[in-house]
Every structure is written in structure tokens, then in C-alpha cells.
């Protein structure tokens, strides 16, 4: 059974940084694509970033291209997603989320793709 759970969220002042932690568990091989999503009060789901694990092929969202990261650590089963110049807008419940079997185009951002999914967890930027 794979199973993501999502760590690092909290209260940050804008201008500061955040790194968020997704550990996994129950894909068969390294052959799997993680994401993140994030989800603010009354807008939709948006994904921001992905990776496929196996070849470390990333994607970052424009809203938060430059000012962050994602990352894995494949000896922990974590993803990390960096954040830098957090801003309020950014305020949201972030989720990891995964599927297996990678395409050869790269990792997917959209919800839709994404077969399992951690709870969210909150992050708030105070301005």
C-alpha cells in the first residue's frame, strides 16, 4: 500500500523559507513521480511542482519558479520541496501526492494524474 504524509508546513513571516517533506512508502521500485499541490481558501487545487524519481527530472510551476525547489532523497523515501521569499499569496494546505510508471516525457503536475495522495499540510505566510 503506498502511503505519502506531508511534513514541514507552518507559520512564516514573508521573505522567509520553508522546506516541505514528503515521506513515501509501498511503490514497488523507483519508477514513480511525486507532486506537490497546494490548495488556498476558496481557489483551486494548483500543482507547483514534480519529480520523477528515478531520473530526478523535475518541473516547477511559474507562481513559484525562482524561488523554489524540489528534490528527493531516495536513501529516506523523501521529497522536499524548498520554498524561499515566501509570500502571502502563497498561504495553502500543501499535498504530495504519486503515481507510479513514469512517462518518458517526465513527471506530471496535474492532479488528475496522481494516484495517491498524503494529507495536506498547512502552510500560512503572514505579510
Known amino acids: 500500500e503506498v502511503q505519502l504524509q506531508a511534513s514541514g508546513g507552518g507559520l512564516v513571516q514573508a521573505g522567509g523559507s520553508l522546506t516541505l517533506s514528503c515521506k513515501v512508502s509501498?511503490?514497488?521500485?523507483?519508477?514513480?513521480?511525486i507532486g506537490w499541490f497546494r490548495q488556498a481558501p476558496g481557489k483551486d487545487r494548483e500543482g507547483i511542482s514534480c519529480?520523477?524519481?528515478?531520473?530526478?527530472?523535475?518541473y516547477i510551476a511559474e507562481s513559484v519558479k525562482g524561488r523554489s525547489a524540489i528534490s528527493s532523497d531516495n536513501t529516506k523515501n523523501t521529497v522536499f520541496l524548498r520554498m524561499n521569499n515566501l509570500k502571502p499569496e502563497d498561504t495553502a494546505v500543501y499535498y504530495c501526492a504519486g503515481y507510479a510508471t513514469v512517462s518518458e516525457y517526465g513527471c506530471s503536475p496535474y492532479w488528475g494524474t496522481m494516484r495517491y495522495w498524503g494529507k495536506g499540510t498547512l502552510v500560512t505566510v503572514s505579510s
Open positions: 519529480i520523477s524519481v528515478s531520473d530526478g527530472g523535475t
Open positions: 509501498g511503490f514497488t521500485s523507483d519508477d514513480y513521480a
